[in-house]
C-alpha cells in the first residue's frame, strides 16, 4: 500500500522536500524552513517537525520491504547519543562491504540488549556467519546468548583494526546527532535516527527500485513514497 498524505494542505513532494534535507544534513527545523522559504513555500518549523515524526516510520517500513541482502560479515559495536541529558546507546552494525545492516537505540548496554539488538539485525537481514566486535564484554555475551537459545553457530572475532570500519561508519550520524540538538525522548530520538540512517543507506546504494527510474538520492527517496 502507497503512504497516504492526507489531512495536509501540502503536496507529497512539498513532505518529501522538507524531510530529506534535515535526515541528510547537520539542520535544524528552522534551517529547512529557511530553505524551503527560499523556494517560495512557508512551512512553520513545527510542521516540518511532525512531518518527520509522522512519515519517517512508514518511509522506513516502504525502505525495508526493498533494501538488499547484507553479507553473512558483520562488524557490531555500541556509539552513544544524549536523551534528555543522559547518555543511551546505538548498537549498529555494517557488513565487510559497509552496507549497514541495522540500528537500534536503547537506555543501557548490557548482556540483554546486546542480545534483544542481535534478533532485531537478524529478524530484518539474516543470519551472520561472523560478528566482528571490539571485546565488548556486553556484546560477546548477548552472541554467545543468542547461539545458546537459538542452536545458532555465530563465531566471534575481535580483531581491533577490522573495528575501524564500523567506528568510521558511526561518525555522520553521531555528527548530526551532535549538532541537530538534544533530545528529549528516546522514542524521537529512534524516529530521527531511523530517518538519518536511511537516508545513509540510501546513498550507499542499499536499495531496489526495480524499473521506477531514478537518477540520485533524492529521486530515491521520493519514489519511497510510491512503492506498493
Do not use: C
Not at 534478533?119 to 556467519?129: E, Y
Not at 527517496?221 to 506498493?228: A, D, M
Amino acid at each position: 500500500m502507497r503512504i497516504k498524505f492526507n489531512q495536509t494542505k501540502y503536496s507529497i513532494e512539498v513532505i518529501m522536500t522538507a524531510i530529506r534535507p534535515y535526515l541528510s544534513y547537520s539542520t535544524f527545523y528552522r534551517d529547512v524552513e529557511e530553505i524551503l522559504k527560499e523556494q517560495g513555500l512557508i512551512v512553520d518549523h513545527t510542521t516540518i517537525y511532525r512531518w518527520v515524526i509522522k512519515y519517517v516510520p512508514k518511509l522506513l517500513y516502504k525502505f525495508r520491504k526493498y533494501k538488499l541482502k547484507v553479507g553473512e560479515r558483520w562488524y557490531l559495536n555500541e556509539t552513544y547519543i544524549k536523551v534528555g541529558g543522559v547518555d543511551h546507546y546505538i548498537y549498529r552494525a555494517v557488513d565487510s562491504n559497509g552496507q549497514t545492516i541495522d540500528f537500534k537505540p536503547y537506555k543501557k548496554r548490557n548482556k540483554s540488549v546486546a542480545k534483544r539488538y542481535l534478533n532485531h539485525a537478524i529478524k530484518n537481514n539474516r543470519t551472520p556467519g561472523k560478528v566482528n566486535i571490539d571485546g565488548g564484554l556486553a556484546i560477546e555475551a548477548g552472541i554467545k546468548k543468542y547461539n545458546f537459545q537459538n542452536n545458532s553457530d555465530i563465531k566471534i572475532t575481535k580483531i581491533k583494526y577490522l573495528n575501524n570500519i564500523i567506528e568510521q561508519d558511526h561518525r555522520s550520524i553521531k555528527r548530526k546527532f551532535k549538532s541537530i540538538q538534544i533530545f528529549k525522548k528516546l522514542s524521537t530520538a529512534q524516529i530521527i535516527l531511523a530517518g538519518m540512517e536511511m537516508v545513509k543507506m540510501l546513498k550507499k546504494g542499499q536499495v531496489f527500485i526495480g524499473d521506477l527510474f531514478v537518477e540520485g538520492l533524492i529521486d530515491e527517496f521520493h519514489e519511497l513514497t510510491y512503492l506498493k
